[in-house]
């Protein structure tokens, strides 16, 4: 099989014989010809392939039914049609797999709640072709960002005895059977709760080892699955999710907006480069001019306020919102709407949160009423980023864990980096399928990642 060309390595192999696989989307046939629309994935455009009713193999050519995959032998020319860049004029075609005739992707335009219900073959489609390698080449920058500035890509785990954002989101990890405990075993434990005999989750955030690790290695991130158990229908949240969390000793709440500014910009750009054929189906059929929108995005900084004053623009406002404004407040979904698409129409930091509404790790203000926190809003979207400095003083640490009643004992490992040379400290966490929403245009998270797992959904 290695001289099987796919259609990305296709280009400029004109009037060469070449061999290539794939699965049909559509058939024509006319009395002397049959025009075969064959896609393999590996990039947006399909392949026109010609067949001559007079070749040996035609009957297969016949039986190929949309779906059915291909190896088809012939010529490579030049396309005339429209839309298609090449086409091939067939002289050998194979049938390798039949699709049957219920297959669900004739030709026409599915809406995406139907291909949500069958998720395992959408894949096939246009657009989640599309949305699968753009996602492939984000997750490829996002490595390649932090390596060029010298970060270690840390593996946290996924068990956890540690809820990093305390906001009782954990899904509980236990063993299916009752493990028999062995038989020298004294203490009586229930193993069929507990990760033998620990009380244990899966993990909302790598935040907490990512610490850790800064705190020897100065500059790490984390790129991993996180799980939430938020039994809301919303099409931003997930219950499992994957999230990107840098974390750096020696840097404030500053540097920490420096480095998340760049690196959307970064992953923005790199997408604009590499995957133009998608972005421009994005932009015609999905968001019309995000790629304008993406441009101009990387041409003027972000703003910065403090959640005081956005609250002061949301309270002068000339709009009634459901939540009613009030400082202390959580800033919710319609407000991070106005702020970013009516008042500033762009992507905003709002720093300086009520210490009441955040995370006990987050550092406080000389105020003692905020922490430095900073969420990354934008337009279409709202929060895309959470991030803080952390709090690096041992006995304000420990008071803030005991507001929110964090059993020290679990978290001595944390303490300690308080306690052994203790120093300033930022990072925040990027909601991967957020950002891939934001670069594609898609409205629902579940369609931006393969297997998406919300309340009734955990089959495929
Ligand atoms: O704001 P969050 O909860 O922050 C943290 O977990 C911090 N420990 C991160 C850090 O500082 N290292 O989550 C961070 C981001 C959100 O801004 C959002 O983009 C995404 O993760 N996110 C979700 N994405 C999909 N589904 C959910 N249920 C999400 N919850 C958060
Ligand atoms: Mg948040």
Partial sequence: HSAIKDCLQLKKKYDEEVTICGWVRTRRDSKKFSFIELNDGTCFASIQV??????ETYQNVLDASTGSSLQVTGILKESPGKGQKVEVHAQKVELLGIADSDYPLQKKRHSREFLRTIAHLRTRTNTFGAVFRVRHAASFAVNQFFNERGFVYLHTPIITASDCEGAGQMFRVSTLDALKPPLNDEKQVDYTQDFFGEETSLTVSGQLEAELF???????YTFGPTFRAENSNTP???AEFWMIEPEMAFCDLQGNMDLAEEFIRYVITY??????????FFNKWVEKGIIDSLQDLCKSDFERITYTEAIKALENAKKSFEYPVKWGMDIQTEHERYLTEEYLKKPVFVTDYPRDIKAFYMRVNDDEKTVAAMDLL?????????????????DVLKKNMEKHELDEATYSWYLDIRRYGTTPHAGFGLGFERLIMYLTGIENIRDVIPFPRTPGNAKF
């Fill in 50 to 55: 010609i067949a001559d009713a007079e070749i």
């Fill in 214 to 220: 800064a705190s020897a290695l100065s500059k790490v």
């Fill in 271 to 280: 997408i604009l480069e590499n995957c133009k054929e998608d972005m421009e």
């Fill in 236 to 238: 931003r949240h997930l």
């Fill in 378 to 394: 934008v337009p279409r979207l709202g929060e895309i980023i959470g991030g803080s400095q952390r709090e690096e003083r041992l």
